[in-house]
């Protein structure tokens, strides 16, 4: 209790708990945006490839929860998009003329690209012909993915720093821009946030595929989204892990306190064993009740079965991660990977020997279930990587008390709680409002006009009157 | 000839903020005045003439704000923990409005709830950012490279005065945005508010800039003595020259005309601001050269943005020439 008490009264702490809680939040958004964008190109691809209304009907549906998570995307972006001058302005004025050019860079070339589209891909249908429109949608895309590219590098550049000097002043600056943008850690972050975002929106997808397929397992729509998220899943889970298991091995060789604390390690060992389960304990520096398997946690990281593997100890007390949050993180993580890896691998089974998707219901409920998967594991990984190098805010060079702004606590209090209030009220309902929409499902319009033979529409007016009802979902 | 990069940047990050204040300003006002036209089908209307561009038109804040980061980084960690609760203030309220957009097409019993968001998000981020002016205007403190000021010295009679003039001229753009995007009983009673916010908008521009140069020596030197005095002419005659169009064309029935008129009450303010702060970024204590970065960040960012701004202004006139003309009713894709 004293501890928390000590935090609402300590600045940084609480500049801290606000970064993190609206990084937290806005984090999702725009992972899904990522998945969701590429989704929608596809679909409307795939419609005017193969004529095939089910995908117009597809697209038309996720493009309504696009605008919702893209919305909150949005506002939660500007948030963060000021928080570095109002919080850590001595971090902005230090690391500014390094970071600075690269988020000017995701505005230009990626924040404007996406709204300057959205509007057409959103409202222009009537006013644009097709291919425009499909361009409009692929610009939204690539738009997306220039801004995971951007700010991946300004990420990555204050966990592994290159490229850069020191004025007299005490600014970083930049020395030579392609090492500051292709910084040591840059290339497996961007794979392995790519990846995760893909799977996150994989999984929410094929979760509204497997819930209206158990209502009704005839939904073509449903079918259709639920097979494409789980040859996501099959194909890219399992690539994850290996981008993981590289990106872990890039962590090793130039944040090895990291690695220690997502290890559980305290000490510098050769031969040193996988802790699978524990809880580490930073005051006595010992993980307790470890659940270890010998010698796989060096030949993981090492590849070598006698790999040395330093430990926690080996740097000064002040200068390391707290451990308990990032081994737990960590493994919430990969174990989520792994369960998507099975959910991959179990469909392909069914799709080969278990008579299709729509009848396999045991994978359908697992695959509800698996909805928020992708969210909670990138959460997970956040945590791990960006509590993983407290307490700098540029790894070794830059200390997080070091960057914070010179307000007084009262300050950073209120203006936490103001976020706080807001976004859960704002944010919680937004979720509702995707939920709601998900659960309506895809308007099956098309298909049932396929259905009924167009000669028979002016002669039986039940079929007719039955196709017309459906009418469309979210109706103005 | 040396380029000098901090003063291309300043004028670039200045055209960056002027566009965001012309173009979110209008969707702003929209919202502001979205109580004031009843009946859920002018709603509607409202929310439909600016929800195909209003995200676009914010954008030009995050490059403002970016932008500053990236280029003045000093002036970006001295004004934004000056004006910590305007800030703060606008975030929360620019949250509230922007999520409306949305929501309301997807909430049933409480749709008047994102109806009060997006009025009093766009009134809070509005008001929020009048006040933030007003306090840049009166000078903040710097020691060392920190703001040195107390926690409230943004709020002053001052910055009080330009943040009601700021939501005045916002309604005035959002007025004159609806004579222009929509007919019948919105557009007459969007003329209505037009007519009114215009003559407020006259009147407090005429006070802010009375009041402006006796907060400052440099700007009561700037605009009454030496050689620069020539603007104290100019730019007033123009304004009152911007006033006889918006006038006219509103009396006219005019479409376009009230509203490019406003825009022109906007530039030639901005321009004025100007006026009073060269060299500062940050008056009284920062001048555009002691903002800025290293010349190593400002061309790197240069490079690109002499690429890309054009594309933008280019793909962004394309969207609103997609979505030229009035408002449709029956239009939206909900």
Redesign the interface.
């Known amino acids: 209790m004293d501890g928390l008490m000590d935090s609402l009264f300590d600045p940084v702490m609480l500049a801290r708990i606000q970064f993190a809680f609206t990084i937290s939040f806005h984090i999702i958004f725009p992972a899904f945006t990522i998945g969701l964008a590429s989704y929608l190109a596809v679909l409307e691809g795939l419609w005017l490839w193969k004529k095939d209304s089910v995908f117009l009907d597809l697209f038309d549906f996720w ?1 309504k929860v696009f ?2 998570v893209f ?2 995307g ?6 963060m ?2 928080e ?3 919080n850590w ?2 971090f ?10 690269l ?7 990626a ?3 996406e ?6 891909m ?7 012909g097709p291919g425009l429109h499909f361009f409009a949608t692929l610009m939204v895309a690539v738009g997306t993915l220039f801004s995971a590219f951007w700010i991946l590098s300004v990420n990555s550049w204050m966990q592994t720093p290159a490229g850069y000097g020191m ?1 007299d ?1 005490g ?1 970083f ?3 030579d ?1 392609w090492a500051v943008v292709f910084n040591p850690s840059f290339p497996y972050r961007l794979v392995h946030m790519v990846l995760a975002a893909y799977l996150t929106t994989a999984f929410a997808v094929g979760a509204v595929g497997a819930w209206h397929l158990l209502h009704d397992r005839d939904n073509r729509p449903a079918l259709i989204m639920f097979s494409m998220a789980m040859w996501m899943a099959a194909l890219v889970a399992p690539l994850q892990i290996v981008a993981g298991d590289l990106h872990g091995l890039n962590t090793l060789e130039h944040q090895p306190a990291k690695i220690a604390a997502m290890e559980g390690h305290y000490e510098t060992r050769q031969g040193a064993p996988l802790i699978l389960f524990g809880l580490p304990d930073d005051e006595a520096e010992v993980t307790r009740y470890a659940v270890e398997i010998p010698k796989l946690g060096s030949y993981i990281l090492t590849h070598d079965w006698d790999g040395e593997l330093k430990g926690l100890k080996s740097w000064p007390k002040e200068d390391r991660p707290p451990a308990a949050l990032v081994f737990w993180s960590f493994r919430i993580m990969v174990g989520l990977g792994f369960a998507m890896v099975l959910i991959g691998f179990w469909s392909l089974i069914h799709r080969r020997w278990g008579g299709g998707l729509a009848n396999a219901r045991l994978l359908l409920r697992a695959s509800v279930l698996m909805g928020p998967a992708g969210f909670v594991a990138i959460l997970a990984g956040w945590i791990t990587t960006e509590v993983g190098r407290q307490p700098f805010t540029i790894y070794g060079l830059l200390r997080t008390a070091e960057s914070v ?4 606590a009262p ?1 950073l209090l209120g ?1 936490l709680l ?2 706080f209030v ?2 859960t009220t ?2 919680g ?2 979720i509702y ?1 995707v939920l ?2 998900m659960a309506k499902g895809p308007s099956r319009e098309s298909e049932d006009e396929m259905q009924v033979p167009t000669r028979a529409a002016g002669i039986m007016p039940g079929a007719w009157q039955a196709s017309k009802s459906h009418g469309h979902p ?3 | 000839m040396e380029v000098d990069l901090a003063f291309i940047w300043a004028g670039l990050i200045a055209f960056a903020v002027l566009a965001y204040v012309i173009l979110d300003g209008f969707d702003l006002g929209v919202g502001i005045l979205f109580p004031f036209i009843k009946g859920e089908g002018s709603r509607d209307l409202m929310m439909n003439s600016v929800a195909p561009v209003w995200d676009g038109n914010e954008t030009w804040l995050v490059l403002g704000g970016g932008g500053l980061l990236a280029v003045f980084p000093l002036a970006y960690s001295v004004i934004l923990p000056a004006l910590y609760a305007p800030i703060i203030a606008m975030l929360a309220g620019l949250i509230f409005r922007g999520v409306a957009f949305e929501f309301r097409w997807r909430a049933s019993k409480s749709r008047w709830l994102w109806d009060a968001a997006f009025f009093g998000g766009s009134l809070l981020a509005t008001l929020a950012q009048g006040v933030a002016l007003g306090a840049l205007v009166q000078g903040i403190e710097i020691e060392g490279r920190a703001y040195a000021g107390g926690w409230w010295d943004w709020l002053t009679p001052f910055s009080i005065l330009t943040g009601i003039a700021l939501v005045v001229g916002y309604i005035l753009l959002g007025s004159t945005w609806l004579v222009m995007k929509t007919e019948g009983f919105v557009r007459s009673t969007a003329r209505r508010y037009a007519y009114w916010s215009a003559y407020g908008t006259l009147g407090l521009i005429g006070a802010v800039s009375l009041w402006t140069p006796f907060l400052n020596p440099t700007y009561l030197d700037r605009w009454f003595s030496g050689p620069t005095t020539a603007f104290t002419v100019i730019v007033p005659s123009l304004v009152l020259a911007s006033a006889f169009f918006l006038f006219r064309g509103l009396r006219e029935g005019q479409d376009a005309l009230p509203f490019l008129s406003a825009l022109a009450f906007f530039i030639l303010c901005f321009a004025g601001i100007g006026i009073s702060f060269y060299p500062y970024m940050v008056p009284p204590s920062l001048t555009i050269w002691q903002a800025a970065a290293p010349d190593d960040s400002l061309s790197f960012l240069l490079v690109g943005s002499v690429v890309l701004l054009p594309l933008i202004l280019l793909y962004s006139g394309y969207s609103y020439w997609v979505f030229r003309g009035k408002v449709d009713p029956s239009e939206g894709y909900h």
Do not use: C
């Open positions: 493009k605008a919702i919305g909150m949005v506002v939660s972006g500007i948030v998009s000021y570095f001058g109002t302005s001595v902005s004025d230090k690391a500014g003329p390094v970071i600075g050019p988020m000017g860079y995701e505005v230009l070339s924040f404007f690209l709204a300057g589209f959205l509007g057409v959103l409202f222009g249908k009537e006013r644009v004025n002043v600014q600056i930049p020395v821009w702004s010179p307000l007084e300050a203006s103001l976020f807001v976004y704002v944010f309902a937004g409002y709601k929409v979210g109706q103005g």
